[in-house]
C-alpha cells in the first residue's frame, strides 16, 4: 500500500510539473508574439524590422472587423494559428555572399620571387552581408602568416646633443642590420630621419651664434631642426651608411624632445618616406620623454595639429605653426597608415614608453644601450614580438550595428570577447581562423547600404563587407498605388493593407488630416474632458488615439487615451521596479516576497535570520530584509554585535556560581538577582550536553576564588527558555609536592658550589700558566757577568803526588 501511495504521489508531481513547463512555454510564445504586436507596425518594412522572429501577413481578408493593421505583424506560429497561409507570410531572412575568395598565400619555392601585392595573407577578401533586423549573420576569416614577407623598417633618430655616442654606433647600422633582415625576408628596405626640436624660444636659444651652433665650447653642431628626411627607403645599405654618416649632433634647450612631430610626418607622408603595402616599421631612437599636444603654447604655438604632411626638400616646415601632436591623434594617424612602432629608448624612460605603448596598438618598447650598441637585436626581438600576434579591427560600426569575434588559434586555443579579436605565438606559415558575427538591431536613417572593413593591425590587407539592410518586404515592390481598395484611390495597396498618400489616414485611408483635427473627433481623444490630446502621447486618428512609438522597442505607451506606459515606474539600483516587479501604467507590480513603490522591499525574513535562528537576534525588526535594531547595544546585520557587552559566560558566571556551589559575590543575593534560568547539575565535565543544531549552546570555563575552574553550558532552547547544566566537580589544582622542591634546591645548590669551585680552579691554571710564561720570558733576556768573584775560593783542591812520573 505504502509503495503503491508513494507511486501515486511521484505520478502527481510529474504531470505538475509538465502542466507549469507547458505553461511557462506557452507564456513566453505569448510574449514573443505580443511583442510583435506591441510594436503597432503600420507596414510589412515596419514589422520585419521589430525581430527576427515577427513576420507580415499578406492576406487582404486577414483582419477581422475592429483589427487594426498593426495585427498583421506578429510572431509566424501566432500568424498560422490565426488562419494566416504560409505563402502569405512575409518573412524575408538575412545572407552571406563571398564576393572575392583568393586564397591565402602558400609558397613552396622561396627562391621564386613575388611582388607584394601578390602576397595575401587574410581570406576571403570581400563579403556582402543581407542584415535583417535582429538577425546576425556570421562568417569564417582566414589569417597566414606569409613566409618572405617584404619589410619597409624607417629609422627616426633623436640627434640632440646627448645622443652624439649613438650617432657613432648607427653610422653602420644600414649594412648590419641589412645583413640580419635577409634572415627574415628577401625583400628589405631601410630609411632613416632625425629630429631634434621646435625652433622657437623656449625650446631652443634663438640668439643668431646658437642658431648657428647650438652646442657649447669647441663642439661643432649643426643648427636645429624640428624633423629632418634623410634618406627614403633603400634597400641599398651603403646609402644608409653613407649618408648617416654626414648627420651631426644638434642642441636643445629643454629635456623633452619633439618626436612626436616628426612620428607624424612619417605616418602621412607616405610619398616622401616612400612606404610599400609592405609591414611597415618605425623604430624610435630616444633617450629623453616627449612633447605633446598643448606643449606648444610654451612657444605661443597654439594651432592643433593639422596630420597632414608638411615636408619641403626633406624637412619639416610648419613646426612653429603647428602645435605637437596629442597621443590619440598619432594612435589614429599610425593605424591608418599600417605603420607598427618600436620604441628604441634607454633604461631611464622605460616606464614613460611603457605606458604610450599601451596607448598605442602595435607596439613595442625595448632597452637601448647608453650607446645604442645593441640596436640591432632590439629591433629583431621587437619584430619578432610584433609580428607573432594578429589584432583584428574594424572600422567604424554603422549606428545599431554590432560585432562579435571568436578566435580560433594554435593548439585548438578558443577566445571570446575582446580576446576574440587576436591570436599570439603565430610563427611564419601558422594559419589562424575567426568566427565573426554582424548584427543590425535597425535600419540606418539614410540608405540601405553601408561599407566596414576589417583588417590586422599592422597589416596593409583588409576584408570589405559590403552590409545590406533589409527594411522593407518584397511585396514592397508590387504595390498598387491609388488602389481601389484604399478608400478609392487614397493609397497604394501593398502586402495586404494600405499605405495612405499624403493627407490619408486610417486603416483604410477613410480619413483626411482636416477631419483628424476637427473639434468633434478631437473631443473623443480627451480623457476626462480635458485639454490634452492622447495625454501628449499619441495621435487622434479619425477619433482614436494611436499612441506613439518610442526610440526603445521595448518601451511603450498603451491605455484608450495613450495615458500609460511602461517605463516611468520607480527605480530602485537604478533597474526598472528594482528589478522585482513590471511596471503597468506607470505602477510597480511586483513580484512574489516584494513590495514598496519600487519593489525594492523584500518581504523574505531569512536575511535577517541570526545565529540563535531569532529574527534579528530579538533585538531587532526585520523590514525589507535588512535588520533595524532597537536595542542601541547591538548593531550588525542581525543585531549580533555588541561591542560593550560582556561574555555570556562572564555574564552568567556569578549566578551560576551562586546557585550551584553557594559562593561568589551574589551568594546573598542570588535568589533575587539569579532565577531567570533553569539549573541543571550533572556529575562531571563530560556529562554537560553537546551542541545540537535545534538550538545554540556555549560552553563555559570560569575560574572561583579558590582558583578552582567550574565548567558549565548556557544555552537558549526552542522555547525561548534559558538553560544552564553545571558540573558538579571542580577542578582545582593540587597542591605541591614538597620533597621534590627541597631535593630540586639542595641539587642546586651542590651543582651551584661545584661549579663555583671548577671556575676558581681553572682561573687560578690560567693565571699560573700566565706568570710561568712571563718568568721563562725574563730568564732568556736576562744577560749575566762572566767575570769571577775575587773572594770566590773553590771548593776543590788538587794535590800532585810527587812520585808520579806520568806513565
Known sequence: MDAQKNSTEMDLKLLLLSALLLLICQSRAQQEGSYCIKANAKSCGECIQVGEKCGWCTDPDFLKQGEPTSARCDELDSLKKKGCAVDSIENPRGSVTVNVNKNVTNRKDKSEKVEPHDITQIQPQRITLNLRSGEAQAFDLKFKRAEDYPIDLYYLMDLSYSMKDDLENVKNLGTDLMREMKKITSDFRIGFGSFVEKTVMPYISTTPAKLLNPCTGDQNCTSPF?????????????????????????????????????????????????????????????????????????????????????????????????????????????????????????????????????????????????????????????????????????????????????????????????????????????????????????????????????????????????????????????????????????????????????????????????????????????RDNGTDICS????????????????????????????????????????????????????????????????????????????????????????CGTCKCTDPKFQGPTCEICPTCPSVC???????????????????????????????????????????????????????????????????????????????????????????IVAGVVAGIVLIGLALLLIWKLLTIIHDRREFAKFEKEKMNAKWDTGENPIYKSAVTTVVNPKYEGK
Open 226 to 526: 624640428s624633423y629632418k628626411n634623410v634618406l627614403r627607403l633603400t634597400s641599398d645599405g651603403q646609402q644608409f651608411n653613407k649618408l648617416v654618416s654626414q648627420q651631426q649632433i644638434s642642441g636643445n634647450l629643454d629635456s623633452p624632445e619633439g618626436g612626436f612631430d616628426a612620428i607624424m610626418q612619417v605616418a602621412v607622408c607616405g610619398e616622401h618616406i616612400g612606404w610599400r603595402d609592405v609591414t611597415r616599421l618605425l623604430v624610435f631612437s630616444t633617450d629623453a620623454g616627449f612633447h605633446f599636444a598643448g606643449d606648444g603654447k610654451l612657444g605661443g604655438i597654439v594651432l592643433p595639429n593639422d596630420g597632414k604632411c608638411h615636408l619641403e626638400n626633406g624637412m619639416y616646415t610648419m613646426s612653429h605653426y603647428y602645435d605637437y601632436p596629442s597621443i590619440a591623434h598619432l594612435v589614429q594617424k599610425l593605424s591608418d597608415n599600417n605603420i607598427q612602432t618600436i620604441f628604441a629608448v634607454t633604461n631611464d624612460f622605460q616606464a614613460v614608453y611603457k605606458e604610450l605603448k599601451n596607448l598605442i596598438p602595435k607596439s613595442a618598447v625595448g632597452t637601448l644601450s647608453s650607446n645604442s650598441s645593441n640596436v640591432i637585436n632590439l629591433i629583431i626581438e621587437a619584430y619578432n614580438a610584433l609580428s607573432s600576434e594578429v589584432i583584428l579591427e574594424n572600422s567604424k560600426l554603422p549606428e545599431g550595428v554590432s560585432m562579435t569575434y571568436q578566435s580560433h588559434c594554435k593548439n585548438g586555443a578558443i577566445g571570446e570577447g575582446e580576446s576574440g579579436r587576436k591570436c599570439s605565438n603565430i610563427s611564419i606559415g601558422d594559419e589562424v581562423s575567426f568566427h565573426i558575427s554582424v548584427k543590425a538591431n535597425k535600419c540606418p536613417q539614410h540608405g540601405n547600404a553601408e561599407v566596414i572593413k576589417i583588417k590586422p593591425q599592422g597589416f596593409t590587407e583588409e576584408v570589405v563587407l559590403d552590409l545590406r539592410f533589409i527594411c522593407e518586404c518584397d511585396c514592397h515592390s508590387k504595390g498598387q498605388p491609388n488602389s481601389k481598395f484604399c478608400n478609392n484611390g487614397n493609397g497604394t495597396f501593398e502586402c495586404g493593407a494600405c499605405r495612405c498618400n499624403p493627407g490619408r489616414i486610417g486603416r483604410e485611408c477613410e480619413c483626411s488630416t482636416e477631419d483628424v483635427n476637427s473639434d468633434d473627433l478631437d473631443a473623443n481623444c480627451r
Open 650 to 740: 562572564t555574564q552568567h558566571k556569578e549566578c551560576v556560581q551562586c546557585r550551584a556551589f553557594g559562593t561568589g559575590e551574589k551568594k546573598d543575593t542570588c535568589e533575587q538577582e539569579c532565577s531567570d534560568f533553569k539549573l541543571i547539575k550533572v556529575s562531571d565535565q563530560s556529562k554537560l550536553p553537546q551542541p545540537v543544531q535545534s538550538f545554540p549552546l556555549v560552553h563555559c570555563k570560569e575560574r572561583d576564588t579558590n582558583d578552582c575552574w567550574f565548567y558549565y553550558t548556557y544555552a537558549v532552547n526552542n522555547n525561548t527558555e534559558k538553560e544552564v547544566h553545571v558540573a558538579e566537580k571542580l577542578e582545582c589544582p593540587a597542591g605541591p609536592d614538597i620533597i621534590p
Open 536 to 623: 501628449n502621447n499619441g495621435d487622434c486618428i479619425c477619433g482614436a488615439c494611436e499612441c506613439k512609438k518610442r526610440e526603445h522597442a521595448e518601451e511603450r505607451y498603451s491605455g484608450k487615451f495613450c495615458e500609460c506606459d511602461n517605463f516611468n515606474c520607480d527605480r530602485s539600483d537604478n533597474k526598472l521596479c528594482g528589478g522585482h516587479g513590471i511596471c503597468e501604467c506607470r505602477v510597480c507590480v511586483c513580484n512574489a516576497n516584494y513590495t514598496g513603490s519600487a519593489c525594492d522591499c523584500s518581504l523574505d525574513t531569512s536575511t535577517c535570520l541570526a545565529s540563535n535562528k531569532q529574527i534579528c537576534n530579538g533585538r531587532g525588526t526585520c523590514e
